[in-house]
T-cell receptor, first 111, second 115 residues
């Protein structure tokens, strides 16, 4: 079936620490994955993407890791800041321009 | 450059009524997507339009329908509203090309409340 899920629905970290948000996907044929960030009252915002022919991709303070063997995706945020507080979604491309989103993980930052 | 715009921001209807939501994509984007986000849940894919045609549809009943106009803007119609249709409806647009075809840019959403 088509499902993208997250191991933890909430994550609380100290400001300045690194955050790791995990995601499991079920379709081994998926070739493209995206992480989105959704702040309160706003639509999801693109953070970073990765294609299935890569294991790792880095952006500004964010890194996405893809483990196709266990169908696992993670988003690492370095030096977490208050502005990082949001719900984070991973999304899996099932083809025909259809992205399937996970339930989301709420990231909260402790001062 | 203007982002994806949606209207109305909020809409309150009663059971059995019809709701119409509107979306204007980013200039140059030919694809429009609709997602439903119920409270506390993830985004559920509703519809994909490209070049005026419905290209893909999610697992929703036929009372969810829409269309895309020649200027690439789009409408989502929900007929015979039910209480469980209450949700945030998100529109996104993209340019369907060979690279990063699925990088969707989302609007802020339309909050539909069914009483």
């Amino acid at each position: 079936g088509e499902s993208v899920g997250l191991h933890l629905p909430t994550l609380s970290v100290q400001e300045g620490d690194n955050s790791i948000i995990n995601c499991a996907y079920s379709n081994s044929a998926s070739d493209y994955f995206i992480w989105y960030k959704q702040e309160s009252g706003k639509g999801p915002q693109f953070i970073i993407d990765i294609r299935s022919n890569m294991d790792k991709r880095q952006g500004q303070r964010v890194t996405v890791l893809l483990n196709k063997t266990v169908k696992h995706l993670s988003l690492q945020i370095a030096a977490t800041q208050p502005g990082d507080s949001a719900v984070y979604f991973c999304a899996e491309n099932l083809g025909a321009q259809k992205l399937v989103f996970g339930q989301g993980t709420r990231l909260t930052i402790n001062p | 450059e203007a982002g994806v715009t949606q209207s109305p921001t909020h809409l309150i209807k009663t059971r059995g009524q019809q709701a119409t939501l509107r979306c204007s994509p980013i200039s140059g984007h030919t694809s429009v997507y609709w997602y439903q986000q119920a409270l506390g849940l993830g985004l559920q894919f509703l519809l994909w339009y490209d070049e005026g045609e419905e290209r893909n549809r999610g697992n929703f009943p036929p009372r969810f329908s829409g269309r895309q106009f020649p200027n690439y803007s789009s409408e989502l119609n929900v007929n015979a509203l039910e209480l469980e249709d209450s949700a945030l409806y998100l529109c996104a647009s993209s340019f369907v090309g060979p690279l990063r075809a699925n990088v969707l840019t989302f609007g802020a959403g339309s909050r539909l409340t069914v009483l």
